[in-house]
């Protein structure tokens, strides 16, 4: 990794891409900081070394240029009082204002930029949008994992514009230092735990896998089309048709790679979706017509907590059943407790961003697993076998 932690920065001027993408109320007050607290050491190591920061990031998905609703001004106040010092804004991440400031700043300043995203170039990874933005610093850092995944301006393509001058912030690479402790010689057994809706979402992280994994459990929506695929009745429960070869598939392969595939032998049924549904448990595979399976059961939390609590190595995508409402949050939070209790045991527990990230820190299980990442997509794409271009980009000098 060519992280920033061995490197001495002073004197540099910093292009910092972060993931500040925080959401907002209605009042423009930050709701959830962890994104912004993710990024302090790399920001006070930059700082600590005598450096100067020129901060870029997006905010929310702006369609039409400039809107105040998705301007970084709101946060500037904020991560001033984080850093414990005063934070410069440019209210166009590019041009005369942005590069003036950019000029005139000194060791240990910071310099906020506008949006990146007001900008449709960014996105597109636009070559011309980039060369503006590399052209205030002398040396460039990625701490964003979160758009790891994303070949943009500031996300990949600015770095070719700093040969020899580039680093991975500290955020990005533990993240990306946790994620391979699960791909690389990992300790066995290795589980995988992987669920949410859809198989088509999770079908290359499932087929990579394979490749690793001793286990892998697979619950949520997902698992009914795999049911379904072995001939099982799965009344209403979610399915993708056009998947269930794909899931005969996977199932053969597993056998033949020796991968354990362990789905839900039961699940809590509901008449319709909804948190006040009637509600039955059933197995899996005889689920009669007009209901519906929203979680694991009983047995299979049973089933999946005896697998976790042997393992040695667990990497956790995807919720077990409607974690969202009470009623279907049994099995994900019975999964959550046995992951706590491997990690207590001596496993390396690593949770996906999104969703089982929301798990886990509504059932309060954080500070119980070894490392929940701040990337959903990204994580994704890293466990599907793909390569990230905003690690790519710096590896490449
Ligand atoms: P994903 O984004 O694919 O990880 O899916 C997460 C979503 O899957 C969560 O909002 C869950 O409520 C939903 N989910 C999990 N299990 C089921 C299920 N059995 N039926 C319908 N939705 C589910």
Redesign the pocket.
């Known amino acids: 990794m060519k992280t920033i932690e061995t490197i001495d920065l002073a004197g540099e001027k910093v292009m910092l891409r972060v993931d500040f993408n925080v959401p907002l109320n209605a009042e423009f007050a930050i709701t959830d900081d962890s994104r912004m607290r993710a990024a302090l050491p790399t920001l006070n190591k930059i700082l600590h070394d005598g450096a100067s920061v020129i901060i870029m990031s997006h905010l929310g998905r702006p369609k039409n240029g400039p809107e105040d609703h998705f301007s970084l001004i709101h946060i500037r106040q904020h991560l001033a009082d984080l850093l414990g010092r005063e934070v410069d804004f440019a209210s166009d991440c590019i041009g005369e204002e942005a590069a003036s400031k950019a000029a005139a700043l000194k060791p240990g300043q910071v310099l906020l930029l506008e949006n990146l995203r007001f900008y449709k170039e960014e996105e597109k990874g636009d070559e011309a949008f980039s060369v503006r933005l590399a052209s205030m610093g002398t040396f460039y850092v990625n701490d964003a994992f979160g758009t790891a995944h994303r070949a943009h301006a500031s996300t990949a393509i600015m770095a070719a514009h700093f040969s020899g001058k580039k680093g991975f912030g500290l955020l990005m690479a533990k993240e990306v230092a946790n994620a391979e402790k699960v791909m690389s010689n990992p300790a066995r057994p290795l589980t995988a735990i992987v669920?949410?809706?859809?198989v088509s979402?999770?079908i290359l992280i499932v087929e990579n896998l394979m490749k690793v994994a001793d286990h892998i459990l697979i619950?949520?929506?997902?698992?009914?089309t795999f049911f379904k695929a072995q001939g099982g009745e799965i009344g209403n429960?979610?399915c993708e048709d056009d998947r269930l070869e794909t899931c005969r598939d996977i199932l053969n392969r597993a056998a033949e790679q020796g991968v354990q595939i362990h789905l839900p032998v039961d699940?809590v049924l509901a008449d319709r979706?909804a948190s006040d549904a009637q509600t039955q448990v059933a197995q899996s595979g005889q689920i009669p017509s007009g209901w519906?399976?929203?979680?694991?059961g009983s047995q299979a939390q049973t089933d999946f907590s005896t697998v976790l609590k042997n393992s040695k190595t667990i990497l956790w995508?995807?919720?077990?059943?409607?974690?969202?409402?009470d009623a279907?949050a049994a099995g994900?939070k019975a999964v959550a407790e046995a992951v706590a209790e491997a990690t207590q045991n001596g496993a390396f527990s690593l949770i996906g961003g999104?969703?089982?990230a929301a798990a886990v820190y509504q059932f309060g299980f954080e500070s119980q697993v070894s490392y929940v990442s701040t990337g959903?997509g990204a994580l994704l794409e890293f466990f599907e076998g793909k390569t990230l271009p905003g690690i790519a980009a710096v590896l490449v000098d």
């Open positions: 669920g949410g809706a859809k979402d999770k619950g949520g929506g997902m698992a009914y429960s979610l699940s979706f519906m399976g929203l979680d694991i995508n995807g919720p077990m059943g409607v974690f969202e409402m279907f994900t999104g969703d089982s959903g």
